[in-house]
């Protein structure tokens, strides 16, 4: 039996990022995997006023089970509305880094209100017709797609790429023609995972190749994935606390912030929620070595990742109080 997702309150990312690109900011695409992190994210996104897409990975599926996680997000709906007053922000459920046509066909009629489809590692030909079919399935059922050109260095689903493939400008418009994606994800030099670069040798992402994106599709929606800024107030706490992460190195938030002014609409945020949970139950654990209740030191991660996910919305990405535009 198939599910859709409006009978569930969710929404699709259209609108949202046609006000984000027109107003200058960007919508939270925050990973989930279980309760608390759900929690955390309505919760944020809540008082912060802010849509939120609620991203679900290959390892999230396979950690938490696809239904139970869409039952999550079903009830994410509610949890917002009740939080809200009655009003719930609006939230999307979206597949991270889908890789085959069944997988994104799945995860449509299981309720998902947006998926994507990763062929950035498929020769540009091949990432097309892939794209192309993954549209033509999820725009008869009005779900959004995005689409992927140039490679991400990091880790991503158990696969590591060493280094980028930059995103090629003169590509993306032919690709978004021909595929009717939603919106496209770009390399521009933001890569996956806590440990992004080398200590001391933060470049600077590529703000020439999105302005050149951009003069190609203008108000085209952009998405950047691999954002986080892995803060060395967190690193630092996780390594106070019996943690070794000594050389985890992020993006400049405040080059994140200029991205997002930009058609950059869609900012893609997992491992600083990872950081604030494990640094706040390294906490304590070394802090109350006698505790055993799991929501005693669950809690505790929540709050943390609540706090870090107000900040991105109010500070970084923008999305703070464009809920009900
Ligand atoms: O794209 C990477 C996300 O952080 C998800 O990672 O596959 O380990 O859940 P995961
Ligand atoms: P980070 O690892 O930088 O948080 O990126 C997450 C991401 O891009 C998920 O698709
Ligand atoms: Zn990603």
Do not use: W
């Amino acid at each position: 039996m198939s599910v859709d997702y409006k009978s569930l309150g969710l929404v699709n990312t259209r609108d949202l990022f046609a006000k984000a690109v027109k107003g200058g900011y960007a919508i939270p695409a925050y990973n989930f995997n279980n309760l608390e992190q759900m929690q955390a994210i309505v919760q944020a996104c809540t008082e912060t006023k802010s849509p939120v897409i609620l991203q679900v990975s290959a390892g999230a599926r396979k950690y938490a089970n696809q239904t139970l996680l869409r039952f999550l997000a079903q009830g994410a709906v509610e949890y917002a509305k009740e939080l809200g007053g009655g009003k719930n922000v609006p939230i999307v459920l979206h597949l991270d880094h889908g890789d085959t046509f069944e997988l994104c066909c799945d995860c449509i009629n299981s309720g998902f209100s947006s998926v994507m489809i990763d062929g950035s590692h498929l020769p540009y030909e091949e990432n097309i017709a892939l794209t192309r079919r993954v549209v033509e399935y999820a725009h008869a059922r009005d779900v959004s797609v995005e689409g992927e050109l140039g490679v991400l260095a990091g880790v991503e689903d158990e696969v590591s790429a060493e280094h980028h493939t930059y995103t090629q400008p003169e590509e993306v418009e032919d690709f978004v023609k021909r595929t009717g994606v939603d919106s496209l994800a770009i390399s521009i030099g933001t890569s996956h995972g806590a440990y992004k670069f080398k200590p001391g040798q933060v470049p600077d992402i590529r703000m020439d190749i999105l302005r050149e994106i951009e003069r190609r599709i203008p108000g085209f929606p952009i998405v950047m994935h691999g954002s986080s800024s892995v803060p060395a107030e967190l690193v630092d706490q996780i390594n106070q606390y019996g943690g070794k992460m000594s050389d985890a190195v992020g993006i400049r938030e405040d080059q994140v912030r200029d991205a997002c002014t930009s058609a950059v609409c869609k900012v893609n945020i997992d491992s600083d929620g990872r950081l604030a949970m494990t640094a706040a139950i390294r906490k304590v654990m070394v802090e109350k070595p006698d505790e055993f209740d799991p929501r005693k030191y669950l809690g505790p991660a929540r709050d943390a990742l609540r706090a870090v996910y107000k900040h991105k919305n109010l500070n970084v990405l923008g999305s703070a109080g464009h809920a009900f535009d």
